[in-house]
């Protein structure tokens, strides 16, 4: 499974480049995420987090975190795009519940979420 999803990841510069220059942006307290339309029928996730935010082992766990929130989440999401994910200093205090909740909640703004996603989500 863990060689399945590293595919489903931005890896390449050109990659990153072509969603910061096309894409659109959504906003919160924690994170930034870009998005962009990638022609295919599946979505992937890059991640980038500057050393302001904190030593390689508070990057990497904050990495994790949001990684499976995307993962939880993603059944929700449209199909063919591609995320970049920019991480800021208060990321760091961030529970694996807060970041799916922020996560949904961006995408929700982004209009990312298919309808039965929205649905169940009012149904709460």
């Known amino acids: 499974m863990k060689g399945q999803?590293?595919?489903?990841?931005?890896?390449?510069?050109?990659?990153?480049?072509?969603?910061?220059?096309?894409?659109?942006?959504?906003?919160?307290?924690?994170?930034?995420?870009y998005y962009c339309?990638?022609?295919?029928?599946?979505?992937?996730?890059?991640f980038s987090i500057s050393k302001k935010v904190g030593?390689?082992?508070?990057?990497?766990?904050?990495?994790r975190i949001y990684r499976e929130a995307f993962y939880k989440i993603e059944v929700n999401l449209h199909k063919g795009?591609?995320?970049?994910?920019?991480a800021r200093k208060p990321a760091v205090d961030v529970s694996?519940?807060?970041?799916c909740k922020e996560l949904f909640?961006?995408?929700?703004?982004?209009?990312?979420l298919q309808k039965k996603a929205l649905r169940q989500q009012s149904d709460r």
């Not at 595919?7 to 995420?33: A, H, M």
């Not at 030593?55 to 990495?63: A, E, G, P, W, Y």
């Not at 795009?81 to 920019?86: H, K, Q, W």
């Open 37 to 46: 339309p990638n022609g295919k029928n599946i979505n992937r996730i890059g």
């Open 96 to 99: 694996f519940q807060e970041a």
């Open 5 to 33: 999803k590293a595919s489903l990841r931005l890896k390449k510069n050109w990659e990153f480049k072509r969603v910061y220059r096309k894409g659109r942006t959504v906003v919160s307290r924690n994170i930034v995420l």
């Open 81 to 86: 795009y591609d995320f970049i994910l920019i």
């Open 105 to 112: 909640d961006l995408c929700r703004k982004g209009k990312l």
């Open 55 to 63: 030593k390689s082992v508070v990057r990497n766990k904050i990495k």
